[in-house]
């Protein structure tokens, strides 16, 4: 019967008198939206750990920073603990707080004064919301996406998982504002806000289609945008609040931040080209791409290093969807191999930097781990 019929979320609530059914899509944002935040908690809870036991100096302001990002996520939204916890986590970098750690472990080594080391935790909170609010945000779905998306793609509609989406990131980024907002200096502010500006252009140009413009340029231009720039901003931050107003400081933190997160993008490409075999044998997965668009550093390095022969072919094969073809001419021009010596390199550039900075050599060693960490993927 037709009381007996099942129906979707969605279409549930196209059964509601219209009154009624306002409401009730008005209620399912809402808490779709509790959901979406509070499931955050286990991707922190995993990198939180990782870095404590990594670095027991600042065990205790990592604790603290997810203690008090969960807090601000149950109590002003009076959200408790939700299924899809692991969905969400998959969407969200596989390593959590990497950001933040990086920020402390330089604060730190400008610092010792208890008060700064205050504002270097919040810093450090606020670069941490400030990415998950862009990584929510880029879950978002156009009218080509099918499979991608959130828990709540899954659960709604497209149109509802999109709101619950907007919503969720656009919390996360008002408490970034609140945040700013404590710092005496205004430079600080502007950097950060010139930093989300930047982070939101460079997902825009993530967004565009880029199969016809394979250049290391092109990848490097949009990684520093999108990827980079809210390191380097942070780190150039963490001397300021540090009280150091030399520009050889500051531009050596700034240029630390940014060598450190490029070397990160590439491992983060590296490790997903070297997962992708499995994905392309079972879902028609294209190597060197994520989500058949947005392309990685193995093809980008390949097709660099290609005659203008093999270049056709890399273009031709990605145009036409043939991922053996592919990732046999990606292979045979070393596209992994020299994407692990671009990481390697920046993350040379990023220990370069550290000689420019005034600390003693246990602090700069620490830095050193952090960097080696990144290189391996130990966390």
Request: charged fraction near 25%.
């Amino acid at each position: 019967t037709a009381s007996q019929t099942r129906h979707k979320p969605e279409e549930r609530l196209l059964l509601l008198p219209a009154k009624k059914r306002t409401m009730k899509k008005w209620w399912s944002l809402v808490v779709g939206s509790l959901v979406l935040l509070s499931s955050l908690n286990s991707a922190f809870h995993a990198g939180v750990r990782g870095y404590s036991e990594l670095f027991p100096s600042i065990r205790d302001d990592l604790l603290n920073m997810q203690r008090r990002i969960t807090q601000k996520v149950e109590s002003a939204l009076d959200a408790d603990g939700a299924g899809g916890a692991a969905q969400l986590s998959s969407q969200i970098d596989e390593s959590p707080f990497f950001r933040a750690v990086s920020v402390l472990l330089l604060g730190r080594a400008l610092s010792s004064d208890l008060r700064v080391a205050a504002q270097h935790c919040l810093l450090a909170e606020i670069v941490e919301m400030m990415y998950t609010a862009q990584t929510i945000h880029e879950t978002v779905l156009d009218r080509s996406d099918a499979a991608s998306g959130n828990v709540f793609h899954r659960t709604y509609s497209k149109e509802i998982g999109n709101k619950v989406s907007v919503l969720a990131g656009d919390y996360l980024l008002a408490q970034c504002s609140v945040g700013l907002g404590q710092f005496g200096k205004t430079e600080v502010v502007e950097k950060m806000g010139h930093s989300l500006e930047t982070m939101v252009h460079g997902s825009l140009l993530r967004s565009r289609e880029t199969s016809g413009n394979i250049s290391l340029k092109a990848y490097e231009g949009e990684t520093a945008l999108r990827t980079c720039a809210l390191l380097s901003d942070a780190c150039f931050c963490a001397a300021l609040v540090s009280d150091y107003d030399d520009d050889d400081v500051t531009r050596a933190a700034e240029t630390f931040g940014h060598e450190l997160a490029m070397a990160y993008q590439a491992m983060r490409d590296v490790k997903a080209y070297a997962d992708e075999e499995s994905k392309t044998q079972q879902q028609q997965h294209t190597p060197g791409m994520k989500n058949n668009k947005v392309m990685t550093l193995p093809l980008v390095l390949a097709h660099e290093a290609a005659d203008p022969k093999t270049k056709e072919a890399l273009e031709r094969a990605l145009r036409n969807d043939r991922p053996a073809d592919l990732r046999l001419l990606i292979d045979t021009n070393d596209g992994l191999q020299r994407a692990l010596t671009f990481a390697n390199d920046r993350a040379r550039r990023a220990l370069d930097s550290l000689d420019a900075l005034p600390f003693d050599q246990e602090k700069r060693d620490a830095l050193r781990v952090l960097v080696r960490s990144v290189i391996d993927r130990s966390i």
